[in-house]
């Protein structure tokens, strides 16, 4: 059904759905609103400020207690204005990294875990994918889509299909209201530079990014009445443009005739080469939207396509790759990534090993290197430069320690650890996450970076304590959710 009439009885009547079209009062007033949420967001801080949490625990209380003051309102109301995003993420930021310079960015925190994040909700992506869930609605409600159609470009239903880049949404809707900003959200996902011959083919002529006139996406009503929508419709059986002459026998059509070559002359060449070219026909192409129906897809898919980010992963393989002389998969930084949750229940480990994989951990090095530090020496040894593989692994202080482990181990519980640099940084002394020796590994790392920290030289029988504790840490939440058996089969050959 395509909604192009509009309805005329909406302009004088009340306004049922939220949203709909905000005059300068209202836009005040949603300002007001999300200026509250903010001074909610203050208050949070600071029950929470003090409680020494760990990077995880910090972005759950934010996701629990702060984001989700925001995504009520999100779902019903126009998108808030940039400042208040930013002021946002600089209020979180500085919960999160307690004032000081984040050690990982943002948008790397907001990646699900095997990409390197911890799923920190990104606001603007939240309000894109609920906005998105509007257009389905659409599809099952005629009168809401009265009410949406009439703020929506002409061209009705097609507009989700049109490929247009989202800074071009404000050209076509110049008045602010809630269904631009659902058309904005929507493009953000939709629009793609087209490669395949189908795709092309099926691409819609009319609120283009990639057939710009006069550097605007191009809009002929009458045009498209007469039933010219994709640029299949403008080429023959050869993918070669019509002459002016056929189009106009073909769809009885009236133009001028610098009007058609207007458009074939506006045509991105990438897009003309690929008709051209004829070659890699591609699949047979659905189009998003009827993905969308078809599938019933929601919001949250289109958040977890939002936050799709593959290049903390591969830059963090190319780091530790170079580090330790190996090529290393992305593939296989993934599920380290994944079993960091496994390995430990322990938040305070999982944070510091986030934070080590990132190379997020502070060294002499480093500060040396920002002239924070007058020397860049390891704390503990005071002869070789403080790197984060010397700290970990190199010093002899550290050395000593691994030692120590490794006749601990053999003599508690017979068993042989492979105790090299790659299973350290990558907390793998047993193939199985599920081991209480990858625990003992990242307890160690951990406790060595932060006798660095403290500055005091590492101890065995403090280590011991220190392991001892995250035993029964670990047997206290194991009881508290229920899951003591996991929790026994874990710890299954360790004897205090
Ligand atoms: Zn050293």
Redesign the pocket.
Known sequence: MLYTQKPFKWVEGPIHVLGVDITHDKQELLALNFNAVLKKVDNVIDAWNNRQLSLEGKIVTVNVLMSSQFVYKLACLNSPAKDICDKYRQKITGYIWEGKTPKIAFSKLTCNREQGGLKLVDLLKKDRSMKIKWISRLKNSESLANIAYYFLPDIGEKVWECNLHPNDVPIILTKESFWRDVLTAWCHHNYECKTDLNAVLKSVIWFNSDILVNRKPIFYKKWFQKGIVYIKDLVDDNYNFLTYNALCIKYNLNVPFTSYWGIIDAIDNKLKGVLKGKINPGKAYTCNYEKMLHKQLGSRFYYMEFIKDEQPTSDMAEKWGNMLNRNIPRDEICKILKNIKITTLSTKLRSFQLRLLHCAITTNEKLFKWKILDSDK?T??N??V?TVI?LIWE???AKHIWNQIETWVKNRSNRTLNIRLENIVFCKFAPKPLDWVNTLCLTTTQYLYSCRCLKVIPNFACLKQTFLDMHSLEKYIAIKNNKLKKHEIKWNNFKI
């Open positions: 390891c503990f040894c002869i070789s403080e010397h010093c002899p202080v």
